[in-house]
């Protein structure tokens, strides 16, 4: 596992993306997990995304870049990436008080993640 970042706790819980950038953001996590999406897991602050490989031997790279990404406008969330043989596991950890941006990330990916 590869902690990519700490939850801030002393960060606003604010997302800085700009409104433009929106689009292409939900498109490079579609990129991401669409058609390999293999399971969505929340348990209290962690929301966890597991993405099979289907032969992308760059997965954790990509996994990693979306994460750096995501913290440069939720400086407030942490990332770690876990890596097996057959699948990535991407987990954003929330601190208190941000629990709908959880629910609002956990949207996206499922929505994402049935994309055919």
Do not use: Y
């Not at 929106?22 to 966890?48: C, P, Q, T």
């Not at 990509?62 to 939720?74: Q, V």
């Amino acid at each position: 596992m590869t902690v990519l970042s700490q939850v801030d706790p002393s960060a606003e819980i604010a997302c800085t993306l700009p409104v433009r950038e929106g689009g292409e953001r939900l498109k490079a996590l579609g990129a991401l997990v669409a058609h390999r999406l293999e399971a969505v897991s929340r348990n209290g602050d962690r929301l966890r995304m597991r993405i099979g490989r289907a032969g992308d031997a760059g997965l954790e790279a990509k996994a990693a870049a979306l994460a750096e990404e995501e913290k440069g406008c939720c400086a407030f969330l942490g990332f770690t990436v876990e890596s097996e043989r057959d699948a990535v596991t991407l987990e954003i950890v929330a601190p208190d008080g941000a629990a709908a941006t959880l629910d609002g990330i956990e949207w996206m990916v499922r929505a994402a993640g049935r994309e055919r």
